[in-house]
Structures are given as structure tokens and as C-alpha cells.
Nanobody
Framework: QLQLVESGGGLVQSGESLKLSCTAS??????????IGWFRQAPGKEREGVSC????????RYIDSVKDRFTLSRDSGKRTVYLRMDMLEPEDTGVYFCAMQPLPNYTPCTISRSDYNSWGRGTQVTISS
């Protein structure tokens, strides 16, 4: 079983950038064989999917509101997935979580919360206007 830990959150101003990390530990499944998804939850709102990166192929998927601003990448040697967030807006404020989606090799990932397990505890991202 893999455990995931998020880091990199903080308080920045509108238009600035942050880079979040999701690092895996544990054994039982190879990090390269899982897709990683990022989700966020704003105060009083449901947790929503933001982006995901597939296993092996590294294919990524984003929701419309973050396309061209957020970029996912993965470093299998460090067992880490990075979410680079540029041109941040106050609407991006929330707790950001990563989670794991076991998939057959080269299968595209999804951004549906119910498809994921092994959630991290989250990292707070706050954007001031």
C-alpha cells in the first residue's frame, strides 16, 4: 500500500505561482503503475478534481478552469508528482489533496473522486486578491 503526502502549499498573491508536491512512500505497488490525481476543496464546497497524470505514459488531464495555468509532471525516481500552478487566482484557494488511482498500463486517468483511494492529508493553498 502506498501512502501519499502533499507539500508546497502557502499564501501567495493573485498572479503568483506555487508548486505542490505529492510524494509516495510504502510498498506493494510500483509508483509507476498508478495514476495520481489532484483535488481541491474550498471552504463550504465539495471536493473537486483538478488534474491527473496517468501511469507510464505520463498523459495528463485538467479541468477547464486550470488549463494553461497548471502543469503536472512526475519523477518516478523520487516517487513524486508535481503540480505547478501559475497565474493563481483567489478562486484557486482551498486544501489540495493528491490520491492514487491504480490503472492498467497506459490507461488514461480520470478526474473523478470515486475512482481514487489512498488520499493524502492535504496542503493549504490561499490566494489573496
Amino acid at each position: 500500500q502506498l501512502q501519499l503526502v502533499e507539500s508546497g502549499g502557502g499564501l501567495v498573491q493573485s498572479g503568483e505561482s506555487l508548486k505542490l508536491s505529492c510524494t509516495a512512500s510504502g510498498s506493494g505497488i510500483r509508483f509507476e503503475e498508478v495514476a495520481i490525481g489532484w483535488f481541491r476543496q474550498a471552504p463550504g464546497k465539495e471536493r473537486e478534481g483538478v488534474s491527473c497524470i496517468s501511469n507510464l505514459s505520463g498523459r495528463t488531464r485538467y479541468i477547464d478552469s486550470v488549463k494553461d495555468r497548471f502543469t503536472l509532471s512526475r519523477d518516478s525516481g523520487k516517487r513524486t508528482v508535481y503540480l505547478r500552478m501559475d497565474m493563481l487566482e483567489p478562486e484557486d484557494t482551498g486544501v489540495y489533496f493528491c490520491a492514487m488511482q491504480p490503472l492498467p498500463n497506459y490507461t488514461p486517468c480520470t478526474i473523478s473522486r470515486s475512482d481514487y483511494n489512498s488520499w493524502g492529508r492535504g496542503t493549504q493553498v490561499t490566494i489573496s486578491s
